[in-house]
């Protein structure tokens, strides 16, 4: 019964080269996406409720969107891992390891929200944190704490190693970090167009986090040059991802053209009615499809130092 | 108190993967999944002094994936010896990321040598039950150290490039050669301070 198909049992002839890292791929990027993404959305929206370019409401549906974003990243590192059982004992080390600090403030984080947005549900508007108390202030300003910390990790988490040089350069968490608030952005905007409100200010926020973005990637290519080898291999295949597609289809048109040039046809044209909604949508949505090519480029461009 | 490290004798190794097929055996470990490797290097540096390369994990002292790892499960003994505890690990693969040197490797339960479905033997060895989804690397065959035995790659080795020994004892044959051969360690730049000596 085990004759049918004897594998060969030599050790493989392992020729001294460099290797792609292959552990961490889609399901790594789409929560770290997803989570940066909730996690900006949150800060951003906060930012523009207190500085009263949106309004509470609005701040109220992005915030449900941010919570099932945030919710999402978590899922998917939990889905990732080989034991997703033990998930708790991630929480152990959270001095020395960044996967541990990621397992404590993503879940924190979507309970502060959780718990800020339920009295925005009409049943439970009488709770005694309802918005404007001063208790619900605190629960938002820890939950703002709490999305700088989710950001940060998003970066951090890769950043940190030096067995992947190509990861470890300071640009990583601060590219991370624009493109959280770049999606986040995105999400208020798309929010606001469903409910068919625009504001010019929010166009101005994308406008600048997309050239933040595009300045920063420019900066990790040009970086590159002037790194060691394996940094130079990995840029290749950042930009080579899938025949360039993944880079130069999706991070660069969809991510950076499709929503730059749209958002500046609000901005200056203003179209009105159904068609400047339409607009701001897609361009939104082009954000988080951008957002989301680029963590996985980053991701799958990883490659290590030759072994000694 | 002892602590433990290895040689490769760079101009010894004859690249026969036997140490590769003695851990193998000892530690039971599935197809793909190779705690000893060794590298062959491009046919245009065969010429070189040294064409292969073994490599194993290096049991830092300033062990990146102990560092990485979040719960604790890939840790230090006493003696020096880095570990994974089966029953604590998560399986988030952040050792195999951090780790500069390729050591580590995780198992998600695939084919065996025979096919899909394992053999008694397989079942047994690969120690299913506590290793599936969770990373695993070289033991430094600490239950044969243990038992005052040498790893077994260092036993199979039929050209004694392969030595091990306390670095803390000066009567060892393993410093014995550090003192009068010369050697680099893997990537000592990163600071990992690695207790794998290449002799050159």
Redo the contacts between chains.
């Keep these: 019964m085990f004759q049918t198909h004897v594998r060969d049992p030599r050790a493989p002839i392992l020729t001294l080269g460099y290797r792609d890292q292959h552990v961490w791929g889609g399901m790594i990027a789409v929560a770290l996406w997803a989570g940066g993404t909730g996690a900006g959305a949150y800060f951003m929206s906060k930012i523009l409720l207190t500085t009263a370019v949106i309004s509470s409401l609005t701040a109220s549906i992005s915030g449900w969107v941010e919570l099932i974003f945030a919710a999402t990243g978590i899922i998917c590192l939990t889905i990732h891992l080989g034991r997703p059982l033990r998930f708790l004992n991630a929480i152990r080390r959270p001095h020395t390891a960044w996967i541990s600090r990621g397992a404590i403030i993503p879940p924190l984080f979507v309970l502060f929200v959780l718990v800020s947005l339920i009295p925005s549900i009409p049943v439970f508007s009488e709770l005694p944190w309802h918005e404007g108390t001063i208790a619900w202030k605190v629960i938002v300003i820890v939950a703002m704490v709490l999305a700088i910390g989710y950001i940060m990790y998003t970066g951090m988490v890769i950043s940190t190693w030096n067995s992947i040089p190509f990861w470890n350069t300071p640009l990583i968490p601060i590219i991370f970090t624009t493109a959280s608030l770049m999606g986040g952005t995105a999400i208020t905007e798309i929010v606001m167009a469903v409910r068919g409100i625009t504001n010019p200010v929010i166009d101005l926020f994308v406008i600048g986090f997309i050239s933040g973005n595009v300045l920063l990637i420019v900066m990790l290519i040009i970086d590159a040059r002037t790194r060691e080898r394996t940094v130079k291999e990995s840029m290749h295949r950042f930009l080579t991802l899938g025949r360039g597609i993944c880079f130069w289809g999706g991070v660069v048109f969809i991510g950076f053209i499709i929503p730059m040039t749209l958002v500046m046809i609000d901005y200056w044209v203003s179209p009105e009615g159904l068609t400047g909604r339409i607009v701001l949508v897609i361009a939104g949505i082009s954000v988080l499809i951008g957002g989301l090519c680029q963590r996985y480029c980053i991701l799958k461009a990883g490659r290590y130092r030759l072994p000694i | 108190m002892t602590r433990w490290g290895f040689t490769v004798d760079l101009k010894r190794c004859i690249g026969c993967?036997g140490c590769?097929?003695a851990c193998?055996t000892e530690n039971g470990t599935p197809?793909e999944i190779?705690w000893m490797?060794?590298?062959?290097?491009?046919e245009d540096e065969l010429k070189a002094s040294w064409p292969f390369?073994p490599?194993r994990c290096n049991h830092c002292e300033n062990a990146?994936c102990a560092?990485?790892?979040?719960?604790?499960?890939t840790h230090q003994r006493g003696d020096g010896i880095v570990v994974i505890d089966y029953d604590?690990?998560?399986?988030?693969?952040?050792c195999?990321?951090?780790?500069?040197?390729?050591?580590n490797s995780?198992w998600?339960h695939g084919?065996?040598?025979?096919?899909e479905?394992l053999?008694p033997y397989e079942e047994q060895v690969y120690d299913i039950g506590r290793r599936?989804?969770?990373?695993q690397k070289c033991t430094f065959c600490h239950h044969r150290l243990d038992q005052g035995m040498d790893p077994a790659c260092v036993e199979t080795c039929p050209t004694d490039a392969l030595n091990c020994g306390d670095l803390d004892n000066p009567e060892t044959q393993i410093n014995h050669l550090i003192n009068t051969r010369d050697y680099f360690l893997?990537?000592e730049e990163?600071g990992t301070k690695p207790k794998l000596f290449?002799l050159t």
């Design positions: 993967y590769v097929e193998k197809p190779f490797k060794v590298y062959k290097r491009n390369i490599t990146p560092t990485a790892c979040p719960t604790g499960a604590q690990c998560i399986g988030c693969e952040a195999i990321i951090a780790c500069p040197y390729q050591a995780l998600f084919e065996g040598y025979y096919g479905e053999t599936k989804g969770t990373a893997p990537h990163l290449y």
